[in-house]
């Protein structure tokens, strides 16, 4: 079946630190690969996405490149703040088939940056 | 702010008991998910519903049931309540803008069974 792997958290940094969370994922097709984040008390907000092979999605100093060969989609940023402290969400979607339109979701990675 | 609306924001209840959680989806989007969030489980797919049809259904028990409305509206009803389905339930909408494939969640409804 589809899955997403993230790495495990909690991820600790200092602010300005050079953020990498891994994720990567197994899938039948073509997926479209997503970065949600969730601050605390609220909402799933869509960070950025791509939707094919080689594509860079990027958001809020945040990028992460689809990587079909290493089936990866791995978060970046060069920079953190304070006010990066979240936990985020890779996710997949499928364009067809009976797993179409559903997103299928990591586990999450609590990320906390402190000043 | 998403443009995805849910109520109630909290509900707490008993075991036993029937709920009825409420979502309005983006403007001009046609299709509705409903996910639950929970410690042991994470985010698990529930259901989808496509401009009033169901489309897609996920790890959703007998127990629980959907339905969308021609306003686009949709409810998740939740019945004979167990400790376990105490979650946070999450509504997300696509369709109209950033591609079907691309939803945008409401801030859920955090449900508590006691």
């Known amino acids: 079946g589809n899955s997403v792997t993230q790495m495990e958290g909690p991820v600790t940094l200092s602010e300005e630190a050079f953020l990498t969370i891994n994720c990567t994922y197994t899938?039948?097709?073509?997926?479209?690969l997503f970065w949600y984040v969730q601050y605390p008390g609220e909402g799933l907000q869509l960070l950025l996405k791509?939707?094919?092979?080689?594509d860079k999605g990027s958001n809020k100093g945040f990028e992460a490149t689809y990587r079909k060969e290493t089936t990866s989609f791995h978060l970046e940023k060069g920079s953190v703040q304070v006010s990066d402290s979240a936990v985020y969400f890779c996710?997949?979607?499928?364009?067809?088939?009976?797993?179409?339109?559903?997103?299928?979701f990591g586990q999450g990675t609590i990320l906390t940056v402190h000043p | 702010d998403s443009g995805v609306t849910q109520t109630p924001k909290h509900l707490i209840t008993a075991t036993g008991q029937r709920v009825t959680l409420r979502c309005s989806p983006r403007s001009g989007d046609l299709s509705v998910y409903w996910y639950q969030q929970s410690l042991d489980q994470g985010l698990q797919f529930l259901i989808q519903y496509y401009n009033g049809e169901e489309r897609a259904k996920g790890n959703i028990l007998e127990r629980f049931s959907a339905q969308q409305f021609p306003d686009l509206h949709s409810e998740l009803n939740l019945s004979s309540l167990e400790l376990g389905d105490s979650a946070l339930y999450f509504c997300?909408?696509?369709?109209?803008?950033?591609?079907?494939?691309?939803?945008?969640f409401g801030p859920g409804t955090r449900l508590l069974v006691l």
């Open positions: 899938a039948t097709g073509y997926p479209s």
């Open positions: 997300a909408s696509s369709g109209s803008s950033g591609g079907e494939e691309t939803q945008y």
């Open positions: 791509a939707t094919k092979a080689d």
């Open positions: 996710a997949l979607s499928l364009p067809s088939g009976t797993s179409y339109g559903k997103l299928t």
